[in-house]
């Protein structure tokens, strides 16, 4: 069952291709910040995600200079992508990515979420509740068309002890690439 407003966030444990920030493995509560966490479910293939990766970078920096704990996760079977394999996942983030990007191989994580498609963020507050979870923009493959910023304001919004105004946005993306 997907995860709702106030859901606790599933704990995690996952190998992190990012040797440049975090461990070899990653959970959530090395992820975590001191003000939230953001999760955000990608892949390397997804022209959603490819067209957002510059964004992406920034929204872990915005939230990195906050408190805000940020995090990727790669659920995708590399059987059906093989650009979405844990060897390119490295090859990505040696070209530079500012945060963790972790491999769900088996795909339990993106179940536990409820993770339906790249890229798909979950924005969980101090104490790992979820407050927000779906589509940054409602343009992720023209940063010129973008009209609103749901996932901008429900940072903000968290930030200052308010409930977003919108906490579910469809995600706008691929389908995550589920195992046969």
Not at 36 to 43: I, N, R, W
Not at 105 to 118: D, F, I, L, N, W
Not at 143 to 166: C, F, R, W, Y
Request: hydrophobic share 35%; charged share 20%; glycine share 8%.
């Amino acid at each position: 069952m997907p995860l709702q407003t106030g859901d606790p966030a599933p704990d995690f444990d996952l190998p992190n291709a990012n040797a440049t920030v975090g461990e070899n493995t990653v959970s959530f509560s090395d992820a975590a910040g001191a003000n939230g966490t953001l999760v955000v479910f990608e892949c390397n293939h997804c022209p959603y995600v490819v067209a957002s990766v510059d964004r992406i970078n920034t929204m872990a920096e915005t939230c990195q200079t906050k408190g805000i704990g940020f995090v990727g996760i790669n659920s995708n079977d590399p059987v059906v992508y093989e650009n979405d394999s844990f060897e390119h996942m490295v090859k990505r983030a040696e070209g530079g990515m500012p945060y963790a990007y972790l491999h769900d191989a088996s795909q339990e994580v993106a179940h536990a979420y409820g993770a339906k498609r790249t890229p798909e963020f979950f924005l969980f507050d101090a104490g790992h509740r979820l407050v927000y979870q779906g589509r940054m923009d409602d343009s992720p493959r023209n940063p010129n068309d973008v009209t609103t910023a749901e996932l901008s304001d429900a940072i903000d919004a968290m930030l200052d002890g308010q409930t977003p105004k919108v906490d579910y946005t469809e995600s706008i993306g691929c389908s995550v690439k589920w195992k046969a």
